[in-house]
């Protein structure tokens, strides 16, 4: 069964709740984010740690946004399925691509649009679900 991405999605929020950091969906201004600078990320609120993601953002953008943010977190000691431990490997901050062996799940590299700016693509996003 190929990776539904609000499957990916739901599984990230998890396991955020399972580092006890609350995921927040939210329709953030228009004029603060957009289709091509997606806002959003990990912050503190009232000493609580908390992942806002824009609503209105696209399921790629709203997977990206939630696991760069578990990228900044120690999740060494939580169980988390392959996909999305490599999804959020795939986000964090110096990530670089590497060859993929055989049956591993492949990460996209960035491209990059007008302007020169690197767009964000959505890694993992053909690959296939490992349930134990």
Same mark, same amino acid.
């Given at each position: 069964?190929?990776?539904?991405?609000?499957?990916?999605?739901?599984?990230?929020?998890?396991?955020?709740?399972?580092?006890?950091?609350?995921?927040?969906?939210?329709?953030?201004?228009?004029?603060?984010?957009?289709?091509?600078?997606?806002? +959003?990320?990990?912050?503190?609120?009232?000493? *609580? #740690?908390?992942?806002?993601?824009? !609503?209105?953002?696209? @399921? $790629?953008?709203?997977?990206?946004?939630?696991?760069?943010?578990?990228?900044?977190?120690?999740?060494?000691?939580?169980?988390?399925?392959?996909?999305?431990?490599?999804?959020?490997?795939?986000?964090?901050?110096?990530?670089?691509?590497?060859?993929?062996?055989? +049956?591993?799940?492949?990460?996209?590299?960035? *491209? #990059?649009?007008?302007?020169?700016? !690197?767009?964000?693509? @959505? $890694?993992?996003?053909?690959?296939?679900?490992?349930?134990?």
């Amino acid at each position: 069964m190929w990776v539904e991405l609000s499957r990916l999605l739901d599984e990230l929020t998890l396991a955020a709740s399972k580092v006890g950091i609350a995921v927040r969906m939210e329709a953030f201004d228009p004029h603060l984010s957009d289709a091509r600078n997606p806002r +959003g990320g990990l912050c503190k609120v009232l000493g *609580r #740690r908390l992942i806002l993601v824009d !609503a209105n953002a696209s @399921l $790629p953008d709203r997977i990206a946004t939630i696991a760069g943010a578990l990228a900044r977190v120690d999740l060494e000691s939580v169980f988390l399925p392959p996909i999305v431990r490599a999804t959020i490997g795939a986000h964090a901050p110096g990530a670089r691509p590497r060859a993929a062996a055989p +049956g591993e799940p492949v990460r996209l590299s960035a *491209r #990059r649009g007008r302007g020169g700016k !690197a767009q964000r693509l @959505l $890694p993992l996003a053909r690959t296939k679900w490992r349930d134990a």
